[in-house]
């Protein structure tokens, strides 16, 4: 099964994602992720990169099609998080593999900016904690420091969320003329809303 994690940033698509891979099998692809390494592999494209990011801004939709293609492999059950972005990126998606379900977490603009003022990650295994699942000692528990990321910062997430409401938003519509899409209330606990993640997608 191939899905679609759809939401603002900060609505957990990473968190409900890293489940789905780990507990189901689902090969998890993150664009953020497959982004910040390349930034993290200090070569020219990843400065380039990593400007954007640092900005709020996307990078280009055929440069995040490309490094997005050398990862996706011939995986049955594929999760994509945080990509597609945008109508182009969806149209691009829909050219190379057949989208089952996108899963829309829905969540107010309030809540998020709440949740990311507390979001640190783990440097070491990239754990996500924030006000659901506070930090024991301000350490992940496999032990590695945590940070903040440089585009949790409020006047990053301010830009973020405009750039999110004006060109990912259409896809709740692209998505749902298509008969694909779900919504769930995403505004509640990780458990609470994983449940209801593994619901609609029919996950025992
Ligand atoms: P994320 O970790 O998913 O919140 O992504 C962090 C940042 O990476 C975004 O704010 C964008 O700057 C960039 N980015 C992530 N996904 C995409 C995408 N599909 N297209 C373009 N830029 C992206």
């Not at 004006?166 to 919504?183: F, H």
């Amino acid at each position: 099964m191939k899905v679609v994690i759809l939401g603002v940033v900060g609505a957990g698509k990473g968190s409900y994602s890293k489940i789905l891979a780990k507990d189901y099998g689902f090969k998890h692809l993150s664009a953020g992720d497959i982004l910040r390494k390349e930034v993290e592999s200090g070569s020219g494209l990843g400065k380039e990169i990593k400007e954007r990011i640092d900005a709020g801004k996307f990078v280009d939709d055929k440069l995040m099609l490309d490094l997005l293609s050398k990862e996706i492999g011939d995986s049955e059950d594929v999760v994509f998080d945080g990509f597609p972005r945008n109508l182009k990126q969806a149209q691009l998606l829909d050219s190379r593999v057949k989208v089952d379900k996108v899963v829309f977490l829905d969540i107010s603009d309030e809540a998020i900016i709440e949740r990311l003022e507390v979001r640190k990650i783990c440097k070491e295994c990239g754990r996500i904690y924030g006000l659901n699942i506070p930090a024991p000692d301000e350490k992940c528990e496999c032990g590695g420091a945590l940070y903040q990321r440089e585009d949790d910062k409020p006047e990053v997430v301010k830009k973020r969320l405009e750039v999110y409401h004006r060109l990912t938003e259409p896809l709740i519509d692209y998505y749902s003329e298509k008969g694909l899409l779900v919504k769930i209330d995403a505004d509640g606990g990780l458990d609470v809303v994983f449940e209801r993640v593994k619901k609609v997608l029919g996950l025992g």
